[in-house]
């Protein structure tokens, strides 16, 4: 089953959220690179609008990015 892959920049069109919001949650480990496409990085549609959803509500409870990573990937 091949993966719906999306690009940083419809990222930023479909969820509203800034190119610099992309690359550190990238940097930082909540999202990762499924593919690259000459200088182009793509990631997992499913995985990227689960992480989202899940990042946003937490940072409405009061989680810092730190404890957020450590509840989604254990780091």
């Given at each position: 089953?091949?993966?719906?892959?999306?690009?940083?920049?419809?990222?930023?069109?479909?969820?509203?959220?800034?190119?610099?919001?992309?690359?550190?949650?990238?940097?930082?480990?909540?999202?990762?690179?499924m593919?690259?496409?000459?200088?182009?990085?793509?990631?997992?549609?499913?995985?990227i609008?689960?992480?989202?959803?899940?990042?946003?509500?937490?940072?409405?409870?009061?989680?810092?990015?730190?404890?957020?990573?450590?509840?989604?990937?254990?780091i």
């Amino acid at each position: 089953m091949k993966k719906n892959l999306i690009s940083a920049k419809q990222i930023i069109e479909k969820y509203n959220i800034t190119y610099q919001t992309i690359n550190h949650y990238t940097n930082f480990g909540l999202f990762s690179v499924m593919a690259k496409k000459g200088n182009v990085r793509m990631y997992d549609e499913v995985k990227i609008k689960e992480r989202l959803a899940i990042i946003s509500k937490l940072v409405n409870e009061g989680y810092s990015l730190r404890l957020i990573r450590k509840k989604l990937i254990g780091i």
